[in-house]
């Protein structure tokens, strides 16, 4: 429907535009003129095409960079509220369970002399790390209670427009949905047996390497943009078995 009215519109301004160059003709006649009229019209045709190609390339490029920006600005905000909510308690949770965990110490310790590069390489060898979740090291319930509570909040971040651009982090959050939906349909967690033990590791496994992954870019964001927001976060670092919070 909007392209037939645009297509309506087109014509109508190129029609009127051909009676006023009639009429221009039929009221101003004269060769001389006639040649100055083309010549005119000719500048005006490309001075067009540049004003379109300014207006197009130049222009549109730029809104769109800056709308970019302020979507990944407001982005961001919501990650840095995840984290502080949910984010990194879940993820301090999962990773005492973490069987490997020894391996990350050396890989996943940010600190203020990280670059690009080094960002890189730990992203590499996180994807590259083998989990082996062993859930009796960690706290069901604890992470159940956590998952349960904070539900609503995950849900409503699912419905936050600024992360429709964001797919890994949205599967991160129906990841962490999902596990904390499996753990609040059991009764009981004492004495799972160890079939089921196995597939609530791997809901586990699945919302751990996704959470990590993700928190290593929220931490990259931080040292850029927020200094004393990504000392607190190394200094809280639940890769880092040396991390204290208090500052010595």
């Known amino acids: ?63 769109r960079a800056r709308e970019r920006q302020a979507t990944l600005h407001k982005l961001n905000m919501v990650i840095g509220a995840f984290f502080s909510e949910v984010g990194s308690q879940v993820l301090g949770r999962l ?6 965990l020894a391996e990350l110490h050396r890989e996943l310790v940010p600190t203020g002399a990280w670059k690009t ?21 960690c706290d069901l319930k604890g992470l159940k209670a956590v998952l349960v509570e904070e539900k609503r909040f995950l849900l409503g971040l699912l419905g936050n427009q600024s992360l429709l651009e964001h797919e890994a982090f949205s599967e991160l959050l129906w990841a962490l949905t999902h596990l904390g939906e499996e753990l609040e349909i059991r009764p009981s967690l004492e004495g799972i ?23 290593l870019d929220y931490v990259r964001h ?10 607190l976060a190394v200094r809280s670092n639940p890769f880092n078995p040396k991390a204290d919070p208090v500052v010595h």
Request: glycine letters at 4%; aromatic letters at 14%.
């Open 1 to 63: 429907m909007r392209f037939r009215y645009e297509v309506l519109l087109l014509i109508t301004l190129v029609g009127l535009a051909g009676v006023l160059f009639a009429l221009r003709w039929a009221l101003f006649p004269g060769t001389e003129f006639h040649s100055e009229m083309w010549r005119f019209l000719l500048g005006d045709v490309a001075f067009l095409f540049l004003q379109v190609a300014i207006v197009t390339v130049c222009i549109d490029r730029l809104m």
């Open 95 to 100: 990773a005492v369970a973490d069987a490997n």
């Open 117 to 137: 590069a080094d960002y890189g390489a730990a992203k590499r060898f996180l994807a590259q790390h083998k989990v082996l979740m062993d859930l009796t090291a």
């Open 193 to 215: 047996p160890p079939s089921d033990l196995a597939h609530l590791a791997t809901d586990a496994k699945r919302a751990y390497t996704q959470l990590a992954s993700q928190w």
């Open 222 to 231: 931080l040292q850029t943009e927020y200094p004393f927001l990504f000392s």
